[in-house]
């Protein structure tokens, strides 16, 4: 049987934010760009971080060129991805714990970054946010908000496509393929058929964050990239309505972000030397819980919904330096062309960055790309906004109940914590027919609330069945795979109320469905 080829212009390696936003831009500048990633997109370290758009006041004494950045990203994306972002605003605040002399560093470098700032009263931020410590001494308003990650970079590959974009989950590439001197495309490997795919392209980009080290080495090139991990954990409601940072220098859960239904507190940075091992342990999720209570006294006695742990790609400017604190390594991205580094031809590495950076990231890959492809189009990524992101409106907490109430007020619900209908579950389904159970959670959010599936995910698998989507034994091991999936996130925060939930969702699971004896 012949092996099934592609040729494209730029295959693009890595389907989180920056790989997905390389693909829109080149989309946008008329190149065929084939995306692909060894598992769904958006499965590494893009879905699992705490949704922080940043303002940059973050980094704007430690990081200063990383925050301009990221100052400039924040305003582009709330143009044209604002369909993605809730704008919470983000407020800095200086706790006892605090130094109080760092408020004084923190304006000056949020002017010198260009960076709104706005200095209130304690009262005030109090109005603003009741739950905050009312020990604060100073309070600042700067404009962080949320953004939905997956969401984000489901738009960017929904664009792509649209202008004739080829993306391929679930292919992990297994070699590259290479002249005596370049890059000439890859093999893949199709993870659920098993089945081999080869694509050609006149360049490739190796856009794979934490495991671009990886990618590199088949092509005998060395990134050095140092994959940062880091915990947070998602309460099981909105502690707070703003996004909240201490005013101190970047530390160990120094932040609270509002996302959706939940609040996600962050993070640690801890150097790993294998971004797929980077499971949280207890006493982290502890030190977290206790560093919650400097912004929010008795966060540590709220409900703890679930914790994981994401691996920041981190790559140090400086060259063959030990790392052994990754928060002293910039935030910023480098592209890396192997031509000039290791005398490997149409082959590019982007990496370092942020989500909120994605964007940026993405154009300057794309700008040596098209050098190499002798393109002329410019980035439009800056203008052109994303789909459902038209007509500027940024969303808000309630939409889904608007919707819900005003457009399908008749469609049952899938999930009710997430507000999912069964309408909800069939245009995804019509979207795209091969979905996993895991990949509707991301693009729907179904058993990403309270129950964590507890009471969503039979029917949702119930529902795939009787459509046709899958057969009885392929229903059968995906909700079984979903529950395994699930009580990761669930087994070390398992106290108090979760604890209830948990037992609960065993009860459903186990004592009633048996999922672990159903035939596979």
Request: glycine share 10%; aromatic share 6%; with cysteine.
């Amino acid at each position: 049987m012949a092996l099934s080829q592609i040729e494209t212009d730029l295959l693009v390696i890595g389907g989180g934010s920056t790989g997905a936003g390389v693909a829109w831009d080149a989309a946008l500048r008329g190149l065929h760009v084939t995306l692909v990633d060894r598992g769904d997109l958006a499965t590494g370290t893009t879905g699992r971080f705490h949704g922080l758009l940043h303002s940059g006041g973050r980094y704007v004494v430690k990081d200063p060129s990383s925050a301009r950045e990221c100052a400039s990203e924040n305003l582009i994306l709330r143009r044209v991805a604002a369909d993605c972002i809730e704008d919470t605003g983000g407020l800095f605040v200086t706790t006892p714990v605090d130094d109080p002399a760092y408020a004084d560093r923190f304006v000056e470098g949020c002017g010198a970054a260009d960076i709104p700032v706005e200095e209130i009263t304690v009262g005030a931020a109090l109005a603003r946010e009741p739950r905050l410590n009312p020990r604060i001494s100073r309070a600042f308003v700067v404009p962080d908000a949320s953004i939905d990650a997956w969401k984000t970079v489901w738009a960017c590959v929904r664009g792509a496509t649209a202008r004739g974009a080829k993306v391929l989950p679930y292919h992990q590439v297994m070699s590259l393929t290479m002249t005596a001197d370049a890059v000439t495309g890859a093999y893949l490997r199709d993870a659920r058929s098993g089945e081999q795919l080869r694509v050609r392209a006149r360049c490739t980009v190796n856009a794979a964050g934490a495991w671009s080290r990886r990618v590199a080495e088949l092509a005998g090139c060395e990134v050095g990239v140092v994959p940062g991990k880091g915990i947070m954990i998602a309460m099981n409601h909105r502690v707070v309505n703003t996004v909240v940072n201490r005013c101190t220098m970047p530390g160990d859960g120094d932040i609270i972000v509002p996302i959706r239904t939940v609040s996600v507190i962050g993070t640690t940075d801890i150097p790993v030397s294998d971004p797929d091992h980077i499971d949280p342990t207890r006493e982290e999720i502890a030190e977290m819980m206790e560093a919650g209570e400097a912004l929010v006294p008795g966060f540590s006695q709220g409900r703890a919904l679930r914790v994981w742990a994401g691996a920041r790609p981190l790559f140090p400017k400086t060259t063959g330096k030990q790392v052994s604190d990754t928060r002293e390594v910039t935030r910023s991205h480098s592209v890396l062309d192997h031509e000039a580094l290791d005398g490997v031809g149409n082959f590019l590495t982007i990496t370092g960055g942020k989500f909120t950076t994605f964007r940026l990231m993405a154009k300057d890959a794309l700008d040596l790309a098209a050098r190499k492809l002798d393109l002329s189009a410019e980035c439009t990524t800056a203008t052109v906004p994303l789909p459902d992101s038209e007509s500027k409106r940024f969303y808000w907490i309630g939409a889904r109940q608007e919707e819900m109430e005003h457009e399908a007020p008749d469609d049952p619900l899938i999930c009710e914590c997430e507000l999912v209908s069964r309408g909800d579950l069939q245009a995804a389904l019509a979207r795209r027919s091969d979905w996993q159970l895991d990949d509707l959670r991301r693009a729907l959010r179904i058993g990403m609330g309270p129950c964590q599936g507890g009471f969503c995910a039979f029917r949702v698998a119930a529902t795939l069945h009787r459509d046709g989507q899958y057969d009885r034994l392929a229903a059968n091991h995906a909700l079984g795979a979903f529950v395994e999936e699930r009580w990761k996130g669930v087994k070390l925060i398992s106290w108090g109320d979760q604890l209830r939930q948990t037992r609960l969702d065993q009860w459903i699971f186990q004592g009633i469905l048996d999922v672990e004896h159903l035939p596979k």
